[in-house]
Protein backbone atom coordinates (compact mmCIF):
# COMPACT_ATOMS: atom_id res chain seq x y z
CA UNK A 1 0.00 0.00 0.00
CA UNK A 2 2.34 2.98 -1.71
CA UNK A 3 -0.47 5.74 -0.41
CA UNK A 4 -2.76 4.68 1.92
CA UNK A 5 -4.52 8.00 1.67
CA UNK A 6 -6.26 6.59 -1.68
CA UNK A 7 -7.45 3.55 -0.57
CA UNK A 8 -9.37 5.24 2.19
CA UNK A 9 -11.06 7.78 -0.25
CA UNK A 10 -12.04 4.60 -2.56
CA UNK A 11 -13.12 2.99 0.22
CA UNK A 12 -15.02 5.80 1.10
CA UNK A 13 -16.72 6.10 -2.45
CA UNK A 14 -17.93 2.68 -2.17
CA UNK A 15 -19.18 3.24 1.14
CA UNK A 16 -21.16 6.03 -0.65
CA UNK A 17 -22.56 3.63 -3.22
CA UNK A 18 -23.96 0.69 -1.21
CA UNK A 19 -26.40 3.02 0.36
CA UNK A 20 -28.52 3.34 -2.56
CA UNK A 21 -28.71 -0.42 -2.85
CA UNK A 22 -30.74 -0.49 0.56
CA UNK A 23 -33.28 1.90 -0.72
CA UNK A 24 -36.03 0.97 -3.45
CA UNK A 25 -35.81 -0.51 -5.90
CA UNK A 26 -33.34 -2.88 -4.83
CA UNK A 27 -34.15 -2.73 -0.76
CA UNK A 28 -30.97 -4.77 0.30
CA UNK A 29 -31.73 -2.75 3.52
CA UNK A 30 -29.26 -4.79 6.01
CA UNK A 31 -26.34 -2.99 3.57
CA UNK A 32 -26.41 0.08 5.51
CA UNK A 33 -24.59 -1.54 8.30
CA UNK A 34 -21.12 -2.10 6.70
CA UNK A 35 -21.91 1.24 4.71
CA UNK A 36 -22.01 3.71 7.77
CA UNK A 37 -19.70 1.33 10.20
CA UNK A 38 -16.72 1.72 7.01
CA UNK A 39 -17.31 5.86 6.55
CA UNK A 40 -17.20 5.90 10.64
CA UNK A 41 -14.45 4.18 10.82
CA UNK A 42 -13.00 6.33 7.74
CA UNK A 43 -13.55 9.56 9.44
CA UNK A 44 -12.62 8.53 12.79
CA UNK A 45 -9.02 7.58 12.08
CA UNK A 46 -8.90 10.46 9.41
CA UNK A 47 -5.88 12.56 10.21
CA UNK A 48 -7.48 15.94 10.66
CA UNK A 49 -11.09 17.75 9.94
CA UNK A 50 -9.76 18.74 6.00
CA UNK A 51 -8.77 14.99 5.28
CA UNK A 52 -12.58 14.68 6.77
CA UNK A 53 -13.94 17.02 4.64
CA UNK A 54 -12.68 15.23 1.72
CA UNK A 55 -13.87 11.98 2.75
CA UNK A 56 -17.13 13.39 2.97
CA UNK A 57 -16.91 14.79 -0.57
CA UNK A 58 -16.15 11.71 -1.78
CA UNK A 59 -18.68 9.46 0.08
CA UNK A 60 -20.87 11.94 -1.21
CA UNK A 61 -20.52 11.00 -4.71
CA UNK A 62 -20.83 7.28 -4.39
CA UNK A 63 -24.13 8.30 -2.39
CA UNK A 64 -25.69 10.79 -5.26
CA UNK A 65 -23.79 9.52 -8.30
CA UNK A 66 -25.49 6.17 -7.63
CA UNK A 67 -28.58 7.46 -6.59
CA UNK A 68 -29.10 10.27 -7.83
CA UNK A 69 -27.88 10.14 -11.55
CA UNK A 70 -30.97 9.92 -12.65
CA UNK A 71 -31.23 13.41 -13.16
CA UNK A 72 -29.57 12.56 -16.44
CA UNK A 73 -32.00 10.93 -17.82
CA UNK A 74 -34.50 14.24 -17.30
CA UNK A 75 -31.60 16.70 -18.47
CA UNK A 76 -30.51 14.75 -21.56
CA UNK A 77 -33.04 12.46 -22.68
CA UNK A 78 -36.35 15.38 -21.99
CA UNK A 79 -34.14 18.46 -22.03
CA UNK A 80 -32.96 17.58 -24.08
CA UNK A 81 -29.27 18.55 -23.43
CA UNK A 82 -26.42 17.34 -25.47
CA UNK A 83 -24.43 14.59 -23.69
CA UNK A 84 -21.45 16.36 -22.71
CA UNK A 85 -23.08 19.10 -21.36
CA UNK A 86 -25.50 17.15 -19.68
CA UNK A 87 -22.82 14.75 -18.14
CA UNK A 88 -21.53 17.98 -16.84
CA UNK A 89 -25.01 19.34 -15.14
CA UNK A 90 -25.52 16.18 -13.73
CA UNK A 91 -21.96 16.11 -12.30
CA UNK A 92 -22.59 19.58 -10.94
CA UNK A 93 -25.95 18.20 -9.44
CA UNK A 94 -24.31 15.66 -7.73
CA UNK A 95 -20.69 17.32 -6.39
CA UNK A 96 -22.65 20.41 -5.18
CA UNK A 97 -24.99 17.25 -3.19
CA UNK A 98 -22.23 16.24 -1.58
CA UNK A 99 -20.81 18.85 -0.23
CA UNK A 100 -23.30 18.77 2.67
CA UNK A 101 -21.46 15.20 3.68
CA UNK A 102 -17.89 17.04 2.79
CA UNK A 103 -19.26 19.96 5.66
CA UNK A 104 -21.43 17.21 8.03
CA UNK A 105 -18.31 14.79 8.46
CA UNK A 106 -16.01 18.35 8.67
CA UNK A 107 -17.80 19.34 11.68
CA UNK A 108 -18.07 15.68 13.34
CA UNK A 109 -14.14 15.82 13.64
CA UNK A 110 -13.43 18.98 13.96
CA UNK A 111 -15.85 19.18 17.16
CA UNK A 112 -17.21 16.03 18.32
CA UNK A 113 -15.02 13.16 17.34
CA UNK A 114 -12.61 13.59 20.63
CA UNK A 115 -14.46 11.25 22.99
CA UNK A 116 -14.30 7.61 21.65
CA UNK A 117 -17.06 6.66 24.36
CA UNK A 118 -19.52 9.51 22.79
CA UNK A 119 -17.96 9.59 18.85
CA UNK A 120 -20.82 7.44 17.76
CA UNK A 121 -23.89 8.97 18.97
CA UNK A 122 -22.03 12.73 17.94
CA UNK A 123 -21.56 11.17 14.06
CA UNK A 124 -25.01 10.08 14.43
CA UNK A 125 -26.48 13.24 15.89
CA UNK A 126 -24.22 15.28 13.06
CA UNK A 127 -26.04 12.98 10.35
CA UNK A 128 -29.70 13.83 11.47
CA UNK A 129 -29.19 17.76 11.60
CA UNK A 130 -27.57 17.44 7.88
CA UNK A 131 -30.30 15.28 6.41
CA UNK A 132 -32.85 17.86 7.72
CA UNK A 133 -30.67 20.87 6.56
CA UNK A 134 -30.45 18.98 3.11
CA UNK A 135 -34.84 19.22 3.12
CA UNK A 136 -34.65 23.26 2.92
CA UNK A 137 -31.85 24.43 1.88
CA UNK A 138 -31.56 26.10 -1.52
CA UNK A 139 -35.11 24.63 -1.45
CA UNK A 140 -33.93 21.11 -0.52
CA UNK A 141 -33.54 17.64 -1.69
CA UNK A 142 -34.86 15.53 0.57
CA UNK A 143 -33.68 12.52 -1.33
CA UNK A 144 -31.80 9.08 -0.35
CA UNK A 145 -32.22 9.55 3.22
CA UNK A 146 -30.75 6.54 5.58
CA UNK A 147 -34.37 6.45 7.20
CA UNK A 148 -36.26 4.79 3.90
CA UNK A 149 -34.05 1.61 3.89
CA UNK A 150 -35.87 0.89 7.23
CA UNK A 151 -39.30 0.01 5.71
CA UNK A 152 -40.69 -2.91 5.80
CA UNK A 153 -38.55 -3.88 9.27
CA UNK A 154 -40.11 -3.50 12.40
CA UNK A 155 -38.34 -0.48 12.50
CA UNK A 156 -40.74 1.37 10.32
CA UNK A 157 -43.55 1.53 13.27
CA UNK A 158 -41.47 3.97 14.86
CA UNK A 159 -42.50 5.99 11.84
CA UNK A 160 -45.87 7.76 12.96
CA UNK A 161 -43.53 8.84 16.07
CA UNK A 162 -40.27 10.36 14.82
CA UNK A 163 -40.48 10.25 11.02
CA UNK A 164 -38.17 9.22 9.02
CA UNK A 165 -35.51 11.45 10.54
CA UNK A 166 -35.87 9.32 13.17
CA UNK A 167 -35.81 6.33 11.20
CA UNK A 168 -32.06 7.34 10.06
CA UNK A 169 -30.55 8.18 13.46
CA UNK A 170 -31.97 4.56 14.60
CA UNK A 171 -30.30 2.92 11.56
CA UNK A 172 -26.96 4.85 12.34
CA UNK A 173 -27.21 3.72 16.14
CA UNK A 174 -27.74 0.26 15.36
CA UNK A 175 -24.88 0.24 13.11
CA UNK A 176 -22.68 1.64 14.69
CA UNK A 177 -23.80 -0.29 17.90
CA UNK A 178 -22.57 -3.65 16.11
CA UNK A 179 -19.35 -1.72 15.30
CA UNK A 180 -18.87 -0.92 19.18
CA UNK A 181 -19.83 -4.37 19.82
CA UNK A 182 -17.12 -6.03 18.26
CA UNK A 183 -14.21 -3.08 18.83
CA UNK A 184 -14.83 -3.15 22.61
CA UNK A 185 -16.46 -6.67 23.13
CA UNK A 186 -19.29 -4.96 25.47
CA UNK A 187 -21.90 -6.64 24.95
CA UNK A 188 -24.16 -4.35 26.68
CA UNK A 189 -23.99 -2.54 22.87
CA UNK A 190 -26.69 -5.45 21.67
CA UNK A 191 -28.83 -3.88 23.96
CA UNK A 192 -29.80 -1.12 21.63
CA UNK A 193 -30.78 -3.02 18.38
CA UNK A 194 -32.43 -5.19 20.49
CA UNK A 195 -34.32 -2.64 22.07
CA UNK A 196 -35.35 -0.89 19.39
CA UNK A 197 -36.32 -4.11 16.96
CA UNK A 198 -38.80 -5.09 20.01
CA UNK A 199 -40.55 -1.64 21.10
CA UNK A 200 -40.96 -1.32 17.18
CA UNK A 201 -42.90 -5.02 17.11
CA UNK A 202 -44.84 -3.78 20.01
CA UNK A 203 -45.38 -1.13 17.80
CA UNK A 204 -46.98 -2.71 15.03
CA UNK A 205 -49.95 -4.02 17.04
CA UNK A 206 -51.07 -0.07 18.15
CA UNK A 207 -53.73 1.27 15.96
CA UNK A 208 -53.21 5.16 14.94
CA UNK A 209 -56.98 6.53 14.50
CA UNK A 210 -59.92 4.47 13.11
CA UNK A 211 -61.51 4.26 9.92
CA UNK A 212 -64.14 6.30 9.12
CA UNK A 213 -65.28 5.27 5.87
CA UNK A 214 -64.22 2.95 3.11
CA UNK A 215 -64.85 4.03 -0.42
CA UNK A 216 -63.87 3.10 -3.93
CA UNK A 217 -61.29 4.29 -5.74
CA UNK A 218 -60.35 4.46 -9.85
CA UNK A 219 -56.58 5.95 -10.43
CA UNK A 220 -56.10 6.58 -14.10
CA UNK A 221 -52.83 6.18 -15.94
CA UNK A 222 -52.04 7.36 -19.45
CA UNK A 223 -48.85 6.79 -20.22
CA UNK A 224 -48.88 9.39 -22.36
CA UNK A 225 -45.09 9.90 -23.89
CA UNK A 226 -43.42 12.86 -22.75
CA UNK A 227 -42.01 13.62 -25.90
CA UNK A 228 -45.24 14.49 -27.46
CA UNK A 229 -47.49 15.43 -23.59
CA UNK A 230 -46.63 19.51 -24.83
CA UNK A 231 -46.92 18.90 -28.29
CA UNK A 232 -49.83 21.09 -29.53
CA UNK A 233 -50.38 19.10 -32.50
CA UNK A 234 -50.63 16.22 -30.05
CA UNK A 235 -52.63 17.29 -26.76
CA UNK A 236 -56.00 15.81 -27.96
CA UNK A 237 -55.00 12.90 -27.25
CA UNK A 238 -54.45 13.22 -23.56
CA UNK A 239 -57.64 14.97 -23.78
CA UNK A 240 -59.22 11.80 -25.54
CA UNK A 241 -57.07 9.05 -23.34
CA UNK A 242 -58.16 10.35 -20.19
CA UNK A 243 -61.89 10.54 -21.40
CA UNK A 244 -62.05 7.22 -22.58
CA UNK A 245 -59.94 5.72 -19.92
CA UNK A 246 -62.58 7.55 -17.10
CA UNK A 247 -66.00 7.10 -19.51
CA UNK A 248 -67.05 3.31 -18.10
CA UNK A 249 -65.82 4.68 -14.61
CA UNK A 250 -68.79 7.17 -13.50
CA UNK A 251 -71.41 6.02 -10.76
CA UNK A 252 -68.96 2.54 -10.66
CA UNK A 253 -66.31 4.48 -7.92
CA UNK A 254 -66.37 7.25 -5.66
CA UNK A 255 -63.73 9.07 -6.39
CA UNK A 256 -61.65 9.51 -9.49
CA UNK A 257 -57.80 10.59 -9.72
CA UNK A 258 -55.93 12.02 -13.28
CA UNK A 259 -51.73 12.23 -12.83
CA UNK A 260 -50.47 15.47 -12.81
CA UNK A 261 -50.68 17.59 -15.92
CA UNK A 262 -53.03 14.86 -17.53
CA UNK A 263 -54.24 17.91 -19.61
CA UNK A 264 -51.81 19.66 -21.00
CA UNK A 265 -53.70 22.84 -21.61
CA UNK A 266 -54.94 25.64 -19.46
CA UNK A 267 -57.63 25.22 -17.89
CA UNK A 268 -59.32 28.14 -19.81
CA UNK A 269 -58.29 26.47 -22.66
CA UNK A 270 -60.64 23.18 -22.02
CA UNK A 271 -63.51 24.71 -20.57
CA UNK A 272 -66.25 22.66 -22.33
CA UNK A 273 -64.22 19.78 -21.62
CA UNK A 274 -64.17 20.39 -18.24
CA UNK A 275 -67.52 21.37 -17.86
CA UNK A 276 -68.61 18.04 -19.58
CA UNK A 277 -66.60 16.23 -15.99
CA UNK A 278 -68.06 18.61 -13.86
CA UNK A 279 -71.72 17.97 -14.98
CA UNK A 280 -70.40 13.80 -14.95
CA UNK A 281 -69.34 14.38 -11.62
CA UNK A 282 -72.43 15.96 -10.15
CA UNK A 283 -74.70 13.75 -11.99
CA UNK A 284 -73.27 10.66 -10.95
CA UNK A 285 -72.34 11.43 -7.00
CA UNK A 286 -68.44 10.93 -8.30
CA UNK A 287 -66.08 13.05 -7.31
CA UNK A 288 -62.55 13.51 -9.68
CA UNK A 289 -59.16 15.17 -9.20
CA UNK A 290 -57.60 16.34 -12.59
CA UNK A 291 -53.89 17.27 -12.96
CA UNK A 292 -53.54 20.50 -15.33
CA UNK A 293 -51.97 23.86 -15.46
CA UNK A 294 -53.88 26.71 -13.71
CA UNK A 295 -53.96 30.27 -15.30
CA UNK A 296 -54.82 33.26 -13.09
CA UNK A 297 -55.71 36.44 -14.64
CA UNK A 298 -53.37 39.53 -13.67
CA UNK A 299 -54.94 41.78 -11.48
CA UNK A 300 -53.88 45.28 -9.50
CA UNK A 301 -50.45 45.23 -11.69
CA UNK A 302 -49.43 42.25 -10.91
CA UNK A 303 -48.74 39.58 -14.17
CA UNK A 304 -50.54 36.51 -15.40
CA UNK A 305 -49.70 33.47 -13.37
CA UNK A 306 -49.80 30.07 -14.37
CA UNK A 307 -49.87 26.92 -11.50
CA UNK A 308 -49.19 23.39 -11.70
CA UNK A 309 -52.66 22.29 -9.86
CA UNK A 310 -55.04 19.95 -9.14
CA UNK A 311 -58.62 20.86 -9.84
CA UNK A 312 -61.91 18.72 -7.84
CA UNK A 313 -64.86 18.44 -8.82
CA UNK A 314 -66.79 17.23 -6.16
CA UNK A 315 -69.63 18.49 -4.06
CA UNK A 316 -67.87 21.53 -4.27
CA UNK A 317 -65.29 23.33 -7.09
CA UNK A 318 -61.43 23.49 -5.34
CA UNK A 319 -58.46 23.89 -6.80
CA UNK A 320 -54.87 23.44 -5.20
CA UNK A 321 -52.05 25.31 -6.64
CA UNK A 322 -48.67 23.52 -6.04
CA UNK A 323 -46.23 24.66 -3.54
CA UNK A 324 -42.86 23.14 -3.78
CA UNK A 325 -42.01 23.97 -7.06
CA UNK A 326 -38.65 22.20 -8.89
CA UNK A 327 -35.98 24.31 -10.07
CA UNK A 328 -35.45 24.44 -13.89
CA UNK A 329 -38.25 21.75 -14.43
CA UNK A 330 -41.09 23.87 -12.93
CA UNK A 331 -39.20 27.50 -12.67
CA UNK A 332 -35.59 29.17 -13.80
CA UNK A 333 -33.68 30.39 -10.52
CA UNK A 334 -31.84 33.59 -11.82
CA UNK A 335 -34.49 33.39 -14.70
CA UNK A 336 -33.10 36.57 -16.62
CA UNK A 337 -29.47 35.29 -16.72
CA UNK A 338 -30.59 31.31 -17.40
CA UNK A 339 -33.65 31.84 -19.72
CA UNK A 340 -32.30 31.01 -23.49
CA UNK A 341 -28.88 30.29 -22.47
CA UNK A 342 -29.56 25.93 -23.56
CA UNK A 343 -32.54 24.28 -24.68
CA UNK A 344 -33.05 22.92 -20.96
CA UNK A 345 -33.08 25.74 -19.15
CA UNK A 346 -36.65 26.75 -21.47
CA UNK A 347 -38.33 23.45 -20.80
CA UNK A 348 -42.28 23.29 -21.74
CA UNK A 349 -44.44 24.94 -18.42
CA UNK A 350 -41.14 25.87 -16.49
CA UNK A 351 -42.54 29.13 -15.62
CA UNK A 352 -44.83 28.04 -12.89
CA UNK A 353 -45.86 30.77 -10.06
CA UNK A 354 -45.27 28.98 -6.20
CA UNK A 355 -49.11 28.30 -4.77
CA UNK A 356 -49.38 29.99 -1.16
CA UNK A 357 -48.89 28.14 2.10
CA UNK A 358 -52.09 28.91 3.38
CA UNK A 359 -54.30 26.85 1.14
CA UNK A 360 -57.48 25.13 2.17
CA UNK A 361 -57.69 21.47 2.06
CA UNK A 362 -59.46 19.99 -0.86
CA UNK A 363 -63.08 18.87 0.17
CA UNK A 364 -64.66 15.78 -0.94
CA UNK A 365 -68.29 14.98 0.20
CA UNK A 366 -67.64 17.15 3.33
CA UNK A 367 -64.50 15.31 3.89
CA UNK A 368 -61.04 16.85 3.72
CA UNK A 369 -58.01 15.38 1.51
CA UNK A 370 -54.36 16.75 1.55
CA UNK A 371 -53.32 17.31 -2.02
CA UNK A 372 -49.42 17.16 -2.65
CA UNK A 373 -48.48 17.06 -6.85
CA UNK A 374 -45.26 14.99 -7.47
CA UNK A 375 -41.93 16.14 -6.02
CA UNK A 376 -43.88 17.83 -2.48
CA UNK A 377 -44.64 13.92 -1.05
CA UNK A 378 -40.81 14.03 -0.56
CA UNK A 379 -40.86 16.57 2.33
CA UNK A 380 -41.70 14.89 5.47
CA UNK A 381 -42.22 18.03 7.50
CA UNK A 382 -44.77 19.72 4.86
CA UNK A 383 -46.32 16.45 4.07
CA UNK A 384 -47.12 16.25 8.12
CA UNK A 385 -48.14 19.77 8.12
CA UNK A 386 -51.05 19.81 5.13
CA UNK A 387 -52.04 16.26 6.29
CA UNK A 388 -52.85 16.48 10.12
CA UNK A 389 -56.14 17.83 9.67
CA UNK A 390 -56.97 16.05 6.99
CA UNK A 391 -58.39 11.66 6.26
CA UNK A 392 -56.90 11.37 2.90
CA UNK A 393 -53.73 11.92 1.35
CA UNK A 394 -53.42 12.27 -2.56
CA UNK A 395 -50.71 13.20 -4.78
CA UNK A 396 -50.75 13.42 -8.55
CA UNK A 397 -46.92 13.16 -10.67
CA UNK A 398 -45.75 12.37 -13.69
CA UNK A 399 -42.84 10.45 -13.53
CA UNK A 400 -42.25 10.25 -16.95
CA UNK A 401 -39.52 12.51 -16.68
CA UNK A 402 -37.61 9.74 -14.73
CA UNK A 403 -37.92 7.23 -17.98
CA UNK A 404 -36.50 3.97 -16.92
CA UNK A 405 -34.38 4.55 -14.38
CA UNK A 406 -34.53 4.41 -10.30
CA UNK A 407 -35.92 7.58 -9.84
CA UNK A 408 -39.27 6.74 -9.44
CA UNK A 409 -39.00 3.46 -7.01
CA UNK A 410 -37.14 5.94 -5.01
CA UNK A 411 -40.05 8.77 -5.48
CA UNK A 412 -42.51 5.77 -4.55
CA UNK A 413 -40.80 4.73 -1.87
CA UNK A 414 -41.00 8.13 -0.16
CA UNK A 415 -44.67 8.50 -0.47
CA UNK A 416 -45.24 4.83 1.50
CA UNK A 417 -43.24 6.27 4.26
CA UNK A 418 -45.15 9.33 4.17
CA UNK A 419 -48.56 6.81 4.49
CA UNK A 420 -46.56 5.38 7.50
CA UNK A 421 -45.13 8.98 8.99
CA UNK A 422 -49.51 10.61 9.00
CA UNK A 423 -51.36 7.00 9.50
CA UNK A 424 -53.25 8.31 6.50
CA UNK A 425 -54.18 5.98 3.03
CA UNK A 426 -52.26 7.92 0.17
CA UNK A 427 -53.36 7.36 -3.33
CA UNK A 428 -51.22 8.15 -5.89
CA UNK A 429 -51.66 8.35 -9.77
CA UNK A 430 -49.01 8.71 -12.14
CA UNK A 431 -48.68 9.71 -16.00
CA UNK A 432 -47.01 5.80 -16.29
CA UNK A 433 -46.22 4.81 -13.17
CA UNK A 434 -46.45 3.78 -10.15
CA UNK A 435 -49.62 4.16 -9.94
CA UNK A 436 -50.96 2.67 -6.14
CA UNK A 437 -53.12 2.58 -3.61
CA UNK A 438 -51.19 2.48 -0.18
CA UNK A 439 -52.92 1.89 2.86
CA UNK A 440 -52.12 3.70 6.69
CA UNK A 441 -49.31 1.38 7.51
CA UNK A 442 -47.43 1.81 3.99
CA UNK A 443 -47.76 -0.76 2.58
CA UNK A 444 -49.08 -1.28 -0.74
CA UNK A 445 -52.76 -2.93 -1.36
CA UNK A 446 -52.52 -2.44 -5.07
CA UNK A 447 -50.60 -0.87 -7.62
CA UNK A 448 -50.24 -0.86 -11.92
CA UNK A 449 -47.45 -1.81 -13.68
CA UNK A 450 -45.06 0.95 -14.91
CA UNK A 451 -45.43 2.08 -18.26
CA UNK A 452 -48.79 1.03 -19.41
CA UNK A 453 -52.02 2.11 -19.82
CA UNK A 454 -54.51 1.48 -17.86
CA UNK A 455 -56.72 2.14 -14.55
CA UNK A 456 -56.74 1.08 -11.11
CA UNK A 457 -59.68 0.01 -9.07
CA UNK A 458 -60.12 -0.53 -5.41
CA UNK A 459 -61.13 0.65 -2.12
CA UNK A 460 -59.07 2.69 0.46
CA UNK A 461 -60.12 4.22 3.93
CA UNK A 462 -61.21 7.87 4.91
CA UNK A 463 -59.11 7.94 8.22
CA UNK A 464 -59.28 10.24 11.19
CA UNK A 465 -55.61 9.69 12.94
CA UNK A 466 -53.44 12.45 14.08
CA UNK A 467 -49.89 10.86 14.69
CA UNK A 468 -47.02 11.94 17.42
CA UNK A 469 -45.38 13.12 14.04
CA UNK A 470 -47.79 14.78 12.44
CA UNK A 471 -48.50 16.98 15.64
CA UNK A 472 -44.86 17.57 16.22
CA UNK A 473 -42.98 16.95 13.08
CA UNK A 474 -39.27 16.40 13.36
CA UNK A 475 -38.80 18.69 16.10
CA UNK A 476 -38.40 16.50 18.75
CA UNK A 477 -35.49 14.24 17.30
CA UNK A 478 -34.09 17.58 15.87
CA UNK A 479 -33.99 18.61 19.47
CA UNK A 480 -32.71 15.64 20.94
CA UNK A 481 -30.03 15.59 18.55
CA UNK A 482 -28.82 19.20 19.18
CA UNK A 483 -29.39 18.31 23.04
CA UNK A 484 -26.68 15.39 22.08
CA UNK A 485 -24.01 17.80 20.28
CA UNK A 486 -24.70 20.38 22.54
CA UNK A 487 -23.82 18.46 25.70
CA UNK A 488 -20.68 16.92 24.27
CA UNK A 489 -19.28 20.08 22.79
CA UNK A 490 -19.31 21.49 26.03
CA UNK A 491 -17.57 18.35 27.62
CA UNK A 492 -14.81 18.85 25.08
CA UNK A 493 -14.42 22.04 25.66
CA UNK A 494 -13.68 21.51 29.32
CA UNK A 495 -12.06 18.65 28.88
CA UNK A 496 -13.82 16.90 31.39
Not at 22 to 50: E, Q
Not at 385 to 390: G, L
Not at 408 to 436: C, D, V, W
Amino acid sequence: MNNPGWIKFGLAIICGVLIPFALAPYDYSLIVIPAIIGIFRLVSIAANANQAFFLGGTFGLGLFGNGASWVYVSIHEYGPTPIPLALILTSLFVIILSLFFACQFYIYKRFFSQRISTDWLSFSAVWIIFEWLRSWFLTGFPWLYLGYAAIDSELENWAPMLGVYGLSFMLLLVSLSFYKLFSTKQKTYLLIPSILWSIGFGLSYYEWGETVSTEKVALVQGNIPQSTKWDPQLVSLSLSTYEKLSQPLWSQVDLIIWPESALPLLHVEVKPYLNNLKRQAYKNNTAVLIGLPFWQEATNGTDDKIYNSVLSYADTTNVYHKQKLVPFGEYVPLENLLRGAIQFFDLPMSAFTQGSSNQSPLFIKAKKVAPFICYEIVYPDFVANQAKQSQLIVTVSNDTWFGKSVGPHQHFQMARMRALENAKYILRSTNNGITAIINHRGKVVSQLPQFMRGVLIGSFQWRSATTWYAKFGSWPILIFCLLILLGFFRFNQSGT
